[in-house]
């Protein structure tokens, strides 16, 4: 049997001394000891450890190379400010999905991790993919060996998670609800104002007779996205009466086409010129552009319809739209790189990376992937299938 003591084990292959380093920085990053403040004296180490005054001062040594610890002379050794450490080159990518990521069952994450890679490759780092009850527990993130975590897609246990990546002092990226605070959903967190910006867009085009059309204001982001609406017309002084309509939307939050007739939205968009729809999702698109296809409700070449879509999700005809060019691989390589940020101790966290609104004029959603080309925004595709990683 292994001989241990204190967390140090006599026989493996690492030299002793770096494992004791090791353990004592365990211990100051996973507990409330505060910066700045004595760290054990050599004495008191030795005892902890039952080794030599040698192997300690190697500790000490290490320990202040990598400004862990520093020294006052003729005060002793201090605990320094915690810093994000590199240990395992690796990165835990936890998503709300079953089986396998791959391009065809999970095109979404799958994309997104073609961002994620693009970025690491470049530091050296891997992906170890988790499934949530993987680092539902302190000793179970431990035990995942990760330096940090990007979790996407809600999930009801993620802000004990959350703590415990806190308490444990590991970088970490949200990706979804339900902390708005900290959340990377450029949905969540920049609607308001790239709604608002639509409008400023549209006034600016001429259009007085402004329509928007979403989700009835259940939801936090849904509010979001009618204040900026609010708030864009507003500023141009036109008015909002009669201009938002909430609507019932599915449990699989799409509209139905029952809906839009039982409403009269063809009265409605004929009192208007322009319309913003207020969901990326693709079918609810598809949806109203039939409806008013069926009605004689002529979508104006001149992009007046403007969706916040995802550009790699839309496929409707050859209708001229607006959007808000973001495809999953752009958000997987702005969360890979602000993860790096952290953890070369260049960024301080919490970290908000935002995705302001680029209005992509007179483009039909079949020329999308020629726009997103011309912006650079890389679409290659791995030839491998990411696995989740079972513990």
Same mark, same amino acid.
């Given at each position: 049997?292994?001989?241990?003591?204190?967390?140090?084990?006599?026989?493996?292959?690492?030299?002793?001394? !770096?494992?004791?380093?090791?353990?004592?920085?365990?211990?100051?990053?996973?507990?409330?000891?505060?910066?700045?403040?004595?760290?054990?004296?050599?004495?008191?180490? &030795?005892?902890?450890?039952?080794?030599? !005054?040698?192997?300690?001062?190697?500790?000490?040594?290490?320990l202040?190379?990598?400004?862990?610890?520093?020294?006052? $002379?003729?005060?002793?050794?201090?605990?320094?400010?915690k810093?994000?450490?590199?240990?395992?080159?690796?990165?835990?990518?936890?998503?709300?999905?079953?089986?396998?990521v791959?391009?065809?069952?999970? $095109?979404?994450?799958?994309?997104?991790?073609?961002?994620?890679?693009?970025?690491?490759?470049?530091? %050296?780092?891997?992906?170890?993919?988790?499934?949530?009850?993987?680092?539902?527990?302190?000793?179970?993130?431990?035990?995942?060996?990760?330096?940090?975590?990007?979790?996407?897609?809600?999930?009801?246990?993620?802000?004990?998670?959350?703590?415990?990546?806190?308490?444990?002092?590991?970088?970490?990226?949200?990706?979804?609800?339900?902390?708005?605070?900290?959340?990377?959903?450029?949905?969540?967190?920049?609607?308001?104002?790239?709604?608002?910006?639509?409008?400023?867009?549209?006034?600016?085009? %001429?259009? =007085?007779?402004?329509?928007?059309?979403?989700?009835?204001?259940?939801?936090?982001?849904?509010?979001?996205?009618?204040?900026?609406?609010?708030?864009?017309?507003?500023?141009?002084?036109?008015?909002?009466?009669?201009? !938002?309509?909430?609507?019932p939307?599915?449990?699989?939050?799409?509209?139905?086409y029952?809906?839009?007739?039982?409403?009269?939205?063809?009265?409605?968009?004929?009192?208007h010129?322009?319309?913003?729809?207020?969901?990326? =999702?693709?079918?609810?698109?598809?949806?109203?552009?039939?409806y008013?296809?069926?009605?004689?409700?002529?979508?104006?070449?001149?992009?007046?319809?403007?969706?916040?879509?995802?550009?790699?999700?839309?496929? &409707?005809?050859?209708?001229?739209?607006?959007?808000?060019? &973001?495809?999953?691989?752009? !958000?997987?390589?702005?969360?890979?790189?602000?993860?790096?940020?952290?953890?070369n101790?260049?960024?301080?966290? $919490?970290?908000?990376?935002?995705?302001?609104? =680029?209005i992509?004029? %007179?483009?039909?959603?079949?020329n999308?992937?020629?726009?997103?080309?011309?912006?650079?925004?890389?679409?290659?595709?791995?030839?491998?299938?990411?696995?989740?990683?079972?513990?």
């Open positions: 049997m292994k001989k241990r003591i204190n967390q140090v084990t006599r026989d493996t292959h690492q030299l002793l001394h !770096m494992q004791i380093k090791d353990t004592l920085i365990k211990e100051y990053y996973s507990s409330n000891i505060p910066e700045n403040t004595p760290c054990p004296s050599m004495r008191e180490l &030795i005892k902890k450890f039952n080794t030599s !005054m040698a192997t300690i001062d190697k500790v000490f040594k290490e202040k190379k990598d400004n862990i610890i520093y020294s006052v $002379p003729g005060l002793g050794s201090f605990w320094g400010k810093r994000y450490l590199i240990r395992y080159k690796t990165i835990g990518i936890c998503f709300a999905v079953e089986g396998i791959s391009k065809i069952n999970s $095109p979404y994450f799958f994309s997104m991790l073609e961002g994620i890679e693009e970025v690491f490759s470049k530091y %050296g780092l891997n992906i170890k993919l988790l499934r949530f009850e993987n680092i539902e527990t302190i000793d179970s993130i431990r035990e995942t060996h990760c330096d940090a975590f990007i979790c996407a897609g809600s999930h009801k246990n993620i802000l004990p998670i959350v703590d415990n990546f806190k308490k444990l002092h590991i970088p970490y990226l949200l990706l979804d609800r339900p902390d708005n605070s900290e959340s990377l959903n450029y949905l969540e967190r920049d609607s308001a104002e790239n709604i608002q910006s639509m409008v400023d867009y549209l006034a600016a085009n %001429g259009h =007085r007779e402004i329509c928007c059309i979403g989700r009835a204001n259940d939801l936090w982001i849904d509010k979001k996205l009618y204040l900026g609406f609010e708030a864009g017309m507003e500023k141009h002084h036109l008015s909002v009466r009669n201009t !938002m309509l909430q609507l939307f599915g449990p699989s939050f799409d509209l139905t029952e809906t839009l007739e039982k409403i009269k939205l063809a009265e409605t968009l004929r009192k010129t322009a319309l913003i729809i207020l969901t990326p =999702r693709k079918p609810s698109i598809d949806i109203i552009l039939k008013c296809e069926n009605n004689n409700i002529r979508i104006p070449d001149d992009c007046s319809l403007i969706s916040l879509a995802y550009a790699d999700q839309m496929v &409707i005809r050859d209708k001229s739209l607006i959007c808000h060019v &973001i495809t999953p691989f752009e !958000m997987g390589f702005k969360a890979a790189d602000g993860i790096t940020g952290l953890l101790n260049t960024i301080t966290p $919490p970290l908000h990376i935002r995705f302001p609104l =680029r992509v004029e %007179g483009n039909t959603v079949r999308l992937s020629e726009s997103a080309k011309r912006q650079k925004i890389k679409t290659h595709i791995l030839n491998s299938v990411f696995e989740l990683e079972k513990l």
